[in-house]
């Protein structure tokens, strides 16, 4: 499949030629929203590790000094990816469990009855959930944000009429994983702090599509899962280290708290996806400087908005302003879930649901709607194929 060039700086055919699973050709990938695939190095970061340093820290033999040094770069490259410092970084299994996690280490201290916490209505519940519960258990109350109906962008005048002198946290996803729609953190950041209260991101999505620097957006904790941009199955998370200061961790006492991040971590730790995620850094720092990579995804998210023929209906914003290119749509007349399948059956990764997890979306959408999610390695090409099958598929009546 011949590629277009969409950004002179970004080398889409040698990015794709580090993966085994683009090189095959057997599918075109549009569905990175729910995982992305991943590049050879990484997949050889992480044997390496099961091969070099199978084991456990603690030992001063050879192993256990590998998987010292494997923890160490981890936590040196997600300081580098989140624009912080290494002891402000800690790992866990995926988003929703650190999630968990912190907000109940920050719960026990900084929640109490008649407080509140705000949350964003068409977020991932992954961003919601963990604060009905620990609101449950504190006796605190979970405001929820309202978005147009239209367009699904966040009702800034709502946010600040939610946000009051009790409120402690601010929880929000930067990019939406249905719809796309991305947030002003730094905004929203400041609307919290302004009252005292935390600023407490959701960057899972955002993460695999544009840079993040948590001290610009002033976030007080972020959390994200490298396992969407190019990494293994995994979580991430940032603190910022007055905030963590403050909490006391659920945790054994004979494990270490310090780095005071890492006293937030429980158990042996997956050292071989730590490897990967390290390698998951350098591809990025490798393909993306100075930010090529994300602009060839916007420029194909542009080509994708401009061809959508005509029987094809985009739910949520309507343009490419204020949005990463993931789309929900679905085609006039047709069910979601059957046009998901043809296209699969076309060779197109893709998927259909009422709400991709975020519950609040699930009445406005009102029904299943296929989501395209592109992501870097994407091509021209592939864009153009996909419009073809949609065109297709809607002339089909
Ligand atoms: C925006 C967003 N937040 C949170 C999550 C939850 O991530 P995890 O599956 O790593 O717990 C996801 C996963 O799809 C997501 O897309």
Redesign the pocket.
């Known amino acids: 499949m011949s590629t277009a060039p969409t950004d002179t700086r970004f080398d889409v055919d040698a990015v794709r030629a580090r993966f085994a699973a683009l090189r095959g050709g057997a599918a075109i990938f549009f569905d990175t929203?729910?995982g992305s695939q991943v590049p050879d190095e990484v997949r050889n970061a992480v044997t390496d590790a099961l091969r070099d340093a199978a084991g456990n820290l603690g030992g001063t033999f050879p192993t256990s000094r590998r998987i010292a040094g494997i923890v160490e770069d981890a936590h040196d490259a997600a300081a580098r990816f989140l624009g912080c410092d290494p002891d402000e970084t800690l790992f866990g299994q995926?988003?929703?469990s650190l999630n968990f996690t912190l907000s109940r280490a920050f719960a026990r201290a900084g929640l109490r009855e008649g407080d509140e916490v705000v949350v964003m209505g068409s977020d991932?519940d992954?961003?919601v959930s963990p604060w009905i519960e620990a609101a449950h258990d504190a006796g605190a109350v979970v405001r929820t944000v309202a978005v147009d109906e239209r367009t699904f962008a966040l009702d800034y005048d709502d946010l600040a009429a939610q946000i009051g002198e009790r409120t402690r946290v601010v929880a929000f996803?930067i990019a939406s994983?249905s719809a796309g729609n991305v947030v002003d953190a730094a905004r929203v950041a400041r609307l919290a702090h302004a009252v005292g209260a935390l600023s407490w991101i959701?960057a899972?999505?955002y993460a695999a599509h544009l840079p993040l620097d948590v001290r610009a957006i002033d976030a007080d904790v972020l959390v994200c899962?490298p396992y969407k941009f190019c990494g293994p199955h995994l979580?991430l998370a940032y603190g910022r280290r007055s905030v963590l200061a403050a909490w006391r961790p659920y945790k054994v006492r004979p494990a270490p708290a310090d780095p005071i991040g890492r006293r937030f971590e429980t158990g042996t730790m997956p050292y071989e996806q730590l490897a990967g995620f390290t390698a998951a850094v350098a591809y990025w720092e490798a393909v993306d400087a100075p930010g090529a990579g994300h602009a060839h995804t916007r420029a194909l998210g542009e080509r994708f908005l401009a061809g959508l023929p005509a029987g094809v209906t985009l739910i949520g914003p309507p343009t490419s302003e204020d949005r990463v290119p993931t789309f929900l749509l679905r085609i006039d007349g047709h069910d979601a879930a059957e046009t998901s399948e043809q296209l699969v059956r076309r060779g197109f990764n893709v998927t259909a649901s009422e709400h991709f997890?975020c519950l609040g979306l699930r009445e406005l959408i009102g029904g299943k709607a296929v989501r395209v999610g592109i992501f870097h390695y994407n091509t021209a090409a592939e864009v153009d194929a996909l419009l073809a099958a949609l065109r297709e598929l809607a002339a089909d009546v």
């Open positions: 929203p729910g995926n988003m929703t991932h992954a961003s996803s994983n959701d899972t999505h899962s979580g997890y």
